[in-house]
């Protein structure tokens, strides 16, 4: 089992920027990859930028340029750094973690861009 527990959303006005935080515990070392996910109220859940073990990430086209997932292994945590958001932004993130071949999900954080 992993636990992933979501910390960092909030309210922003449009051009700030938020740190979202996801700190793994549990069967850590069999992580494949953690990333985040978004959705918006009537909208599918999306992929916003997601990393492998070994460090390859991949990002979601409206959010390339703009947004950094990185990760601190001692710590066991994923960051998401979101610079320049927008309303459009604006969706309940969740923290993802794949341990083949489970899925686990944090509990979501909402993030609200104000125009």
């Known amino acids: 089992q992993v636990q992933l527990v979501e910390s960092g959303g909030g309210l922003v006005q449009a051009g700030g920027s938020l740190r979202l935080s996801c700190a793994a515990s549990?069967?850590?070392?069999?992580?494949?990859?953690m990333g985040w996910y978004r959705q918006a109220p009537g909208e599918q859940r999306e992929l916003v930028a997601i990393?492998?073990?070994?460090?390859?990430?991949n990002y979601a086209d409206s959010v390339k340029g703009r947004f950094t997932i990185s990760r601190d292994n001692a710590k066991n945590t994923v960051y998401l750094q979101m610079n320049s958001l927008k309303p459009d932004d604006t969706a309940v993130y969740y923290c993802?973690?794949?341990?083949?071949?489970?899925?686990?999900w944090g509990q979501g954080t909402q993030v609200t861009v104000s125009s």
């Open positions: 549990g069967r850590v070392s069999s992580i494949n990859a």
């Open positions: 990393m492998d073990s070994r460090g390859n990430t």
């Open positions: 993802n973690a794949v341990r083949t071949p489970y899925n686990y």
